[in-house]
Structures are given as structure tokens and as C-alpha cells.
């Protein structure tokens, strides 16, 4: 089957495919639902999928992927030249702008010779951003400007404490950051023994957000931390269902402390 747009350049056949789905008499009824909140999900999945993909090396795999990601930025593009507001070739522009805009070093003639100073350029860079954007809208400039609300709670924790610590809010040492996660633990047991539920969810998100803390302090990437333990459990449990189910076992029917000892013997199995 033919999408008659085979003789233009990719992105341009991309985007008048994109085009045709959102085609208000010929285009697809589901894309035609779609609203930049609805589709945001599917962005969000769809760069995970991208990293996946990098993460296993999968070359191919992270072609379709990025494909998959891309046409998501053709969907927002294509709403937004609907409502004329912007269309795609404004978000390539915008983009290009901002990387020539940060790379001083590199189209201008401001001198940087290592990765760490490029860091520290940037990120002043974005700090004028941020301070101009604040004067535009009228309203006082704060060091978590631009931290965007969306992102995973362990990466969002661990952004806002990077901002609050360039303007000194931050312990010098460890031993405070390891008193403070007691102190929040100390409060979620005394709102578990008083069963205050709206008690415990807020004691346990100050607890989680003080350990994330701990892995900035250790120079730990909280959520890859935690990747690779939901990775390591998922490997001893399916090995505990496997050797389990070789004895005609199904784990539902023991009790925990058996199901303690087939952990055990998982730990052996499955090593890190």
C-alpha cells in the first residue's frame, strides 16, 4: 500500500502522514481523539522504550524506537500547528537556537576544554534562562525553576535537592543525612502504632526523599539504584518459581518461612 508521499524526504513524508491521520474528513478517528494530554503518556513510555533499547545495545531495536519517539514529537507539532500556536519546523528551530545559544565553545568563540566546564557553562546558561523567563512572567526567579513536576518522583527528589544544594542548602557531611532518615522513620512508626493513614503516606514520602538524599550524597543515581534492585528481585523470584515448580510446587502453597528458605536459596542462585 502506497502513502503517495514515498518520493519526499523522511521528514517530510513524516509529517504528512501525520497530517493525513489528523485530517478532520479522511483521517483516523483515534488520532483525531487525541489531545496533547492524552498523548503524553505514550511520549513519556515511548522514551523509556527508547532507553531500554539503549541500555540492551539493541541497534535495530532502538531505531524503531526512536522512530516511535519521534512521532510523537511530529503528533504535539502537528495539534499545535492546528491551533496555530507552533508547528514542527518551530520546534527544530527553537531547538537549534538553544543548542547554538549553549555551545558558546563550539559556534562562538568562548574557549571550553573539558566536559566539567562545559557542565558548569550549561548549566549558568540555563540559570540566565530560567532568571529571564521569570522577568517575562513577572515573578520572583527560584533555584527550582524548570524542574519539571512530571518527571519520576525519585529523579524529581533528586533534581530539587541539586537546586536547593547550589544555594547552600545542604549538609557538608553525611552523618546529618543518616540522622535525618532515622528521624523520618522514628515518625512513620509512630504513625503506623497511631494507624494515621494520611500520617503514614506523608512520613513515608519524607522518608523515601531523605534516602534519596543519601544516594546524592553517595554520588548513587537513586532511580538506577532502585532499577537494579527491582532487577535483581525479578531474577531470584522467577528463579525461586522455577525451582519450585521443578518440585511441583506452586509458592502459594507454602507459608512464609518456607518461602523464606527457597529465598535463600535463590540469593545462591541468582548472584548480582
Not at 70 to 84: P, S, T
Not at 118 to 147: F, N, Y
Not at 241 to 267: R, V, Y
Amino acid at each position: 500500500m502506497s502513502d503517495n508521499y514515498s518520493d519526499l524526504p523522511p521528514i517530510a513524508r513524516l509529517l504528512e502522514i501525520m497530517a493525513r491521520l489528523r485530517d478532520p474528513n479522511s483521517g483516523c478517528p483515534w488520532d483525531l481523539e487525541q489531545t496533547f494530554i492524552s498523548i503524553a503518556p505514550y511520549t513519556i513510555e515511548e522514551a523509556y522504550e527508547v532507553a531500554d533499547a539503549a541500555a540492551k545495545g539493541d541497534m535495530q531495536h532502538l531505531r524503531d524506537e526512536l522512530g516511535d519517539l519521534l512521532l510523537q514529537v511530529v503528533f504535539h507539532a502537528q495539534m499545535a500547528a492546528e491551533q496555530d500556536a507552533f508547528d514542527f519546523d518551530a520546534v527544530a528551530t527553537a531547538i537549534s537556537d538553544k543548542m547554538v545559544k549553549r555551545h558558546p565553545h563550539v559556534f562562538g568563540l568562548d574557549p571550553i576544554h573539558s566536559s566539567e566546564a562545559q557542565t558548569v557553562a550549561w548549566e549558568e546558561q540555563k540559570a540566565i534562562e530560567r532568571s529571564q523567563l521569570a522577568a517575562a512572567e513577572g515573578r520572583q526567579v527560584s533555584a527550582l525553576d524548570g524542574v519539571a513536576s512530571a518527571l519520576p518522583a525519585l529523579t524529581r527528589a533528586l533534581k530539587l535537592q541539586k537546586r536547593a544544594a547550589r544555594v547552600g542548602f545542604d549538609w557538608p557531611e553525611i552523618a546529618p543525612v543518616l540522622d535525618k532518615i532515622m528521624e523520618e522513620l522514628a515518625e512513620l512508626r509512630a504513625e503506623m502504632e497511631a494507624d494515621h493513614a494520611p500520617g503514614m503516606a506523608d512520613e513515608l514520602g519524607d522518608l523515601i526523599f531523605s534516602v534519596v538524599n543519601l544516594a546524592r550524597h553517595l554520588k548513587i543515581d537513586p532511580e538506577a539504584a532502585v532499577k537494579a534492585a527491582n532487577n535483581k528481585f525479578e531474577g531470584r523470584f522467577r528463579h525461586l518459581e522455577s525451582a519450585l515448580a521443578a518440585q511441583g510446587i506452586d509458592p502459594s502453597e507454602l507459608g512464609i518461612e518456607q518461602l523464606e528458605q527457597a529465598w535463600e536459596t535463590a540469593k545462591q542462585g541468582v548472584k548480582p
